[in-house]
């Protein structure tokens, strides 16, 4: 039998080929993340600032404004962790084009690939957002009467980790149904879409209607923004935090064997010619 080491070997040049490629193009990837955060915070703050004010109320959903502000910026920059994907999507291009084949022939699993890379591709992510919670969250704690719980964020993270994983593993399972169809971006749109609402990235879950919470209750997406979020603010005590953690660890596994399935069922009817 192979020792881990050999197995792991070829997944840590992925992961250092993906660093190394982020810190090349370390402009882009900047503007491009601190566009989307800025933009997105800032437009969702302001609508939630024009709920409270037209509302005439201090709280709605037993959620102060102070509180809701906070979680809108924290969740989105949750939320910008896990919403990247450029290569689970390239992933259905390369099916329709026949270019699966250069992986085939490598010691290595097209799914490990894949999670390495993205992988790679996030670090950079959450290493800019934990300077940004620590820059931005400090001053506001201390001046700003913000309240972040320390303890939670560091609870939130284990389930952040587990969050990136679960949206990577999401969207390679809907790139893999290229075995079978033409065209999977619609699959892709409407995740996106699924996540941008059930995630808590636009409002905290705890405020929609019972029916709707109960349904995303039973869905992964809670973990990609709202749980982490909400453990950062303070809404949801650390205490509680290991649960959370323990069902997006068994989303991560069942997403995981779902997504392997879907692969080894895939490749079967997968053939390219010529290269």
């Known amino acids: 039998m192979r020792r881990w080491s050999e197995v792991w070997r070829p997944y840590r040049g992925v992961i250092r080929a993906g660093l190394a490629n982020a810190v090349e193009y370390r402009t882009n990837f900047l503007i491009d993340t601190l566009a989307w955060l800025v933009v997105s915070a800032a437009v969702n703050m302001y609508l939630w ?8 109320q201090t709280t709605l959903a037993s959620i102060t404004l102070p509180q809701m502000l906070s979680y809108i910026v924290c969740a989105t920059l949750c939320a910008s962790i896990c919403r990247k994907g450029r290569f689970e999507r390239a992933t259905g291009e390369e099916i329709r084009n026949g270019e699966l084949n250069k992986y085939l022939v490598k010691p290595i699993t097209h799914i490990g690939y894949v999670l390495a890379a993205a992988t790679a591709e996030r670090i950079v992510s959450l290493q800019l957002t934990v300077i940004l919670v620590i820059v931005v969250g400090v001053p506001l704690t201390l001046t ?7 303890t939670g964020a560091l609870c939130a993270l284990p389930i952040l980790l587990c969050g990136m994983m679960i ?8 790139s893999y149904f290229a075995f079978w169809l033409d065209e999977v971006w619609t699959f ?12 808590g ?18 869905l992964p997406f809670q973990y990609l923004a709202y749980i982490p979020a909400s453990l950062i603010v303070g809404t949801i005590p650390a205490s509680a935090a290991l649960p959370y953690f323990a069902g997006a660890f068994v989303w991560m596994i069942l997403l995981y064997g779902i997504t392997l399935f879907v692969w080894k069922r895939g490749i079967m009817r997968y053939s390219a010619f010529g290269g």
């Open 144 to 150: 700003a009467g913000v309240s972040l719980s320390w």
């Open 201 to 218: 990235q636009l409002l905290p879950l705890s405020t929609l209607p019972p029916d709707v919470l109960r349904v995303s209750n039973m």
């Open 167 to 174: 949206h990577s593993l999401i969207a390679l399972m809907l």
């Open 49 to 56: 600032y024009a709920v409270y004010e037209s509302s005439s």
């Open 188 to 199: 892709h749109v409407v995740k996106d879409i699924s996540f941008w609402f059930l995630s």
